[in-house]
């Protein structure tokens, strides 16, 4: 225990010790981590010399927690006011609210939610199973909350801390023992992967399939992807407006469906799909997922195509007033996104425009960037869905961000903050989905098995509809046709 | 050279904010760095900033741990350990 400075007042001697209650705090700051006691050790002077004032300590921690950007507790709130005004900096902390206080920075969602607005990197996401406890936050608060979001703030450490991975591990562990889709090949062998990987540091070589997990997208992606911006600066990008616009057969589109009938074709099944999803909002989410999960199989370049493609259907549904099974399955939620039928991004348009207009070559390039992007949003969407930690989930969005950044300036839009937020709420958005397979494919989706068609399955509304129908005219045509023996007799008689 | 003739600025542009330098504690940031965060202690090193010859033992002290303290400096360190 610190000895409090002679002739203190009242209130001083009512301050909290700050060094004391972050000493083992880490923190980011100028470019290097450490705890507070790390970084205490650093002043010329003993900050344990007892004529060391507790207002002297607690400024140096308010300092240094504001430069940081770190998330305190509400009951530090009054002493870092006071310290950063005294100094006159910019307050750059933020303060995690108790639970039950409300939206603002604590946002409590629940297991189903996909939410259409990105979640700041300030929020601490508190996972359902420990709203009850406030223990449990005032914990997760002061463990490492703080040390992701100064992390992800500098944009210096771009590595998982060891807890946040170890956190990361048990969560994929337990996802795959609690979802019901668990069985499932496509997932199953991503988290299967994603535990392998967890042990390796390394990029996988690229071309390989499945060469993204959520896994990677904690740990490999920003460097990755950095390398491949740094390697190929000038990417050949073609304006879409320019002479030089690549002819039609050159841009990328969605193989066989043009895009005039594509929201035709893919419209009603994406309305019957949500009227499926009307039963449970839970079922919507793990569509979403299991929809990226499946992508994720892909190549990076059939991923692109598929981003590209949904990019573009999801202005067309914008567009489009929500549905009444959309408004039902929103209404539960706390937010209903639905309802205001906000306009579709113009980064959103752009980002597409753009994508589809890239020769071969840039192309290839962009390709594995996407391919980060979804892995990471995957990764992010069974995180929620399995009451992660929410430093765990704070940090793979700082993940989703920072490779959003590196997508746009990669395509030549300027990444700035609203642009990323603008895009980020799109990629977060339940409608933007992965095109919808063509008939062919989901027919044998319906050869292969409950466990491969498991996934995909929800999304095949239309087709099981089809399917059910073509099975309704061939046994009313069996009605039809089948005369009772006695009947026939009968008729033979009266013949 | 007496130590007292040395101030602390043109010390730090002797070696240059790249410099690195260490900590007992077994922190290896940069000069810069460490710079910066000494100015978090403006109040707790009030000690230091008034009297800057210390400082300049402070600065020669986290060099020398650094491996980079130039041996025409090394007698700061002798200086602060009398």
Known sequence: MERMPDGGSLEQLQEPDLLEAFADREVTVFGFTGTFRDLADMCPVDLSDPRVTLDAKNDFVVKAANEAGLAIAPEHEETFTRVTEKHGLERKFTVAEPPGAGPPSVIVRPKDFVPKATVRIEQVITPPDSRADPAVLVQQERTTTEVVMAEATSGVATEVPESNEMAYQETVATHTQEQTFQDEPVVHALSERMLQEAQVQRPEPEGEAMSVSTKDVVMMPVEASMQRVVEQKALPLTQPNSESAPVESDMLSLPSIPAESFSEATLPAMDHVLAFDAASAEATAETVQVAWADELTKEPVEIYEDFTAALQTFGELSEMPATDSERDLFEVQPHDEFAEQAPVPPVAAEVSKRLAALDDEAKETIAPMVKDIIGTMHGLQLLEASSAEPETVVAIEAQLEELCKELLGAIGIEPDDEAVKQFIDVLRNPRFRPPQPELSQQLDLKHIGTHEAKGPFAQLGGTISDIEHQAERIIGKLILFYVPHSTQAQLQLAA | ?82
């Open chain 2, 1 to 82: 050279m007496e130590q007292g003739n040395l101030d602390p600025q043109t010390f730090v542009d002797t070696y240059g904010l790249d410099a690195p330098v260490a900590f007992d504690n077994g922190m290896n940031v940069s000069l810069g760095q460490a710079l910066q965060m000494e100015a978090m202690f403006c109040t707790a090193d009030a000690v230091s900033r008034q009297d800057p010859a210390k400082r300049v033992r402070y600065l020669a002290g986290m060099l020398a741990a650094g491996g980079t303290l130039l041996p025409e400096h090394e007698y700061l360190l002798r200086s602060e350990s009398e």
